[in-house]
């Protein structure tokens, strides 16, 4: 019995302190014409560009991805005409470098092996061609048709199917034929 006494006395004293902090608030005040405050802002989502400046999350993600897929492409392009040459692959890591500002010669070699390890999944190639495609300006999609031309040059000449593969990799990502082959600087 004292249990059970001290229990239901613990349990008034749990219910006194709760009263008296929803008093102490201002909550329990009958006729109270107090609006809460004002939410910081007006919407429930909370973007990056409300979190600050120094916030580079999104702009790290989105350039992790276009390395990524961007590597991906350049190495299929490699892999067309049969085999990868160290020169098309020293051509992708130099891009990697390049682009991934905070990668380091490990991070480009990992960025690599994600790309290789990708290359024999028709259904990834393409969703690295609609993917850069949707996030891609213009200007950046002729940029990667360059990346592709680079490499394509890397090992001293352009093989046609190389060239079918640019072109097929333009039209997806809206450019023309034309446009592909200025690039390419063929007639």
Request: no cysteine; glycine share 8%; aromatic share 4%.
């Amino acid at each position: 019995m004292p249990m059970e006494l001290f229990l239901f006395g613990l349990l008034l004293l749990a219910v006194a302190v709760a009263a008296a902090w929803w008093f102490a608030s201002g909550r329990g005040a009958a006729g109270s014409s107090e609006q809460p405050p004002p939410r910081a802002w007006a919407s429930e989502t909370v973007t990056p560009v409300m979190m600050g400046p120094r916030n580079k999350a999104p702009e790290r993600v989105a350039r992790r991805f276009v390395i990524d897929q961007g590597a991906l492409l350049a190495l299929k392009m490699a892999q067309v005409d049969g085999e990868i040459v160290d020169v098309e692959r020293e051509a992708v890591r130099r891009f990697i470098l390049a682009e991934g500002r905070d990668l380091d010669e490990h991070g480009a070699e990992l960025a690599l092996a994600r790309a290789e390890g990708s290359l024999d999944n028709p259904i990834q190639v393409e969703n690295a061609i609609e993917g850069l495609r949707a996030l891609s300006s213009e200007e950046q999609r002729q940029a990667l048709v360059d990346l592709l031309v680079q490499v394509a040059q890397a090992d001293g000449h352009i093989r046609d199917a190389e060239v079918v593969f640019m072109e097929r990799v333009g039209a997806k990502l809206g450019l023309s034929s034309a446009d592909v082959k200025k690039r390419i600087a063929l007639p």
